[in-house]
């Protein structure tokens, strides 16, 4: 191999090293910075913060925004449990009112569930969902207060805060 | 737990007490099992409580989470960042006892609901089979389908969120949560409550899961507004 070869050999692989290192550093930098990704519709001037902890404690009761007063602007909730996911909303304050609530996290946001029966499944029987007669003993449905909404919801209220 | 709860006995001689009993036995639950009281066994444990002063129920309760987590192949866990929460068990699991309690007391027909999970015994006050709506998950006001148990339980996964703001992060404009509801139909409300946890993590293949389970049947809404049954479960409407 000729010299001239062996250099631009080397040179490529110099080059081909810093660019694998500053690609690793670049989606490190990504991976831990915020995990707030701006919708178009965000407010301008809005402060957004956000903490990473969760289950922050505090008590079941809904929160209580009838007397705080709040800064406008926009805030990041902490990332609650719900259980089979995380939620975490941004809420946004104008005029000192909720006008707006994004949910960042949503629970079973990760697309590739597993599936995890092995063997070939029949085919199940499918209709469209229609109004029936509500005469009915008892209902069953899933709580529409999710806890971990009202967590991340207060979180970031308490950001808001005047 | 922070739910409502309703239980209603259909007979004449029961006076208040067992009705009371029930309320009172939910309360113990929650002075128990809530992860939002600071001074709940559950919280105090989390705090750093040295596992020889855990209570004998609490180890039973915590066992029965970690055998359901291998039955699930792991899609039911109790454990998120370093913090126990069982919430996802115990409510099936407090009806399922709380029933067992009614039926000490010879009582034949009744039904406890707790945060839409029931536990159903005997017949209606009609003399039926108890009638047990789904709830519309695109509109809470509506039922979209009736079914008819006598000694089942019935529980209900999923989250009702008002339309227009959930979105996918890393894909916008593509819905985020495409099972809106999955209510499954078992003997007992314990199974019936933590294979619905379970199955609802796993998406759309949740009620596949179900399908597989003997003893068990599943009712699934999707964000179509389509739903998908199981094979068995179709004996329960009307």
Known sequence: MSESIRTTKKVLLAVGILVVFFAYTFLLRNQHSSPVIAPSSLSSGGNTSSSNSSNSGGSGSSANT????????????????????????????????ITNVHFLQYPNDNPNSQNINQQATPYLKQEAIQAQSANVNTITGATFTSQAFVQSMSSALNQAKA | ????????????????????????????????????????????????????????????????????????????????????????????????????????????????????DIQTWGLNGDGEPWRIGIRNPFNTREIVKVIHVSMSGVATSGTYVRGQHIYDPHAPGKPVHTVKSLTVIGHNIYDADRFATAAFAMGEEGIKFIEALAGLEGYMIDHHKTATMTSGFQQYVA
């Open chain 2, 1 to 116: 737990m922070g739910m409502p709860i309703t239980v209603e006995v259909v007979d004449d001689r029961v006076g208040d007490t067992a009705i009371k009993d029930t309320f009172d036995y939910f309360k113990a639950v929650d002075e128990q099992y809530s992860t939002y009281k600071p001074d709940s066994e559950i919280s105090r444990i989390n705090q750093g409580l040295p596992r020889k002063q855990w209570s004998k129920e609490m180890r039973e309760v915590l066992n029965l989470c970690k055998k359901t987590k291998q039955e699930t192949d792991g899609y039911f866990d109790i454990e998120h960042n370093g913090k126990l929460d069982p919430s996802g068990l115990v409510k099936g699991w407090a009806i399922d006892q709380a029933a067992k309690r009614l039926r000490k007391r010879h009582i034949a027909d009744f039904y406890i609901e707790a945060g839409g």
């Open chain 1, 66 to 97: 009838a007397s705080a007063s709040y800064k406008d602007g926009t805030y990041t909730g902490s990332i609650a449990n719900a259980f089979y996911g995380n939620v975490q909303v941004q809420v946004s304050i104008s005029g000192g009112k």
